[in-house]
């Protein structure tokens, strides 16, 4: 499955290792993480230069071609927001997870509309798992 991964970049990477996990586990199903890169604790390395246009530009190209788009949300960031709300309005399945005991926006726990989940996960392996089971639900969805 092709999956766009969406996680905090300018607002913080405290959650990077988690991200990492997450995005090793989902390539070694044999899943394309679109946005493996964002992983990486040398993000900004690979990021900082580029001009923001250009930056929008392929992130937008990306939940298009994506399958699924799965966003840890832990963190607050604009740009996931954003991505997120990109993604539902073209009927992408989206995962939102988050570690538990954090408080998460309203405007994402909240949503109800078709394809929009919302998690919390006690630690890496239960993210893993979470990923697991929504990718479950997302490929039978698109079988039926």
């Not at 964002?38 to 900082?48: F, I, M, N, R, T």
């Not at 990306?62 to 699924?68: A, H, I, L, M, T």
């Amino acid at each position: 499955m092709r999956i766009y991964f969406s996680c905090s970049i300018t607002g913080g990477r405290g959650d990077q290792p988690a991200y990492a996990a997450l995005v090793r586990h989902l390539e070694a199903a044999g899943h394309q993480v679109l946005t493996a890169h964002l992983a990486s604790p040398a993000l900004d390395g690979q990021e900082g230069g580029m001009d923001p246009e250009t930056v929008y530009q392929r992130d937008a190209a990306w939940v298009r071609e994506c399958e699924v788009l799965i966003a840890e949300v832990s963190t607050p960031s604009h740009g996931v927001g954003y991505e997120i709300a990109y993604g539902l309005d073209r009927a992408k399945p989206v995962l939102c997870c988050y570690r538990q005991g954090v408080t998460v926006s309203r405007m994402l726990t909240g949503n109800r509309e078709p394809g929009m989940n919302v998690a919390a996960y006690p630690d890496v392996a239960g993210l893993l798992a979470l990923a697991d089971r929504f990718l479950e639900d997302a490929a039978a969805a698109v079988k039926d």
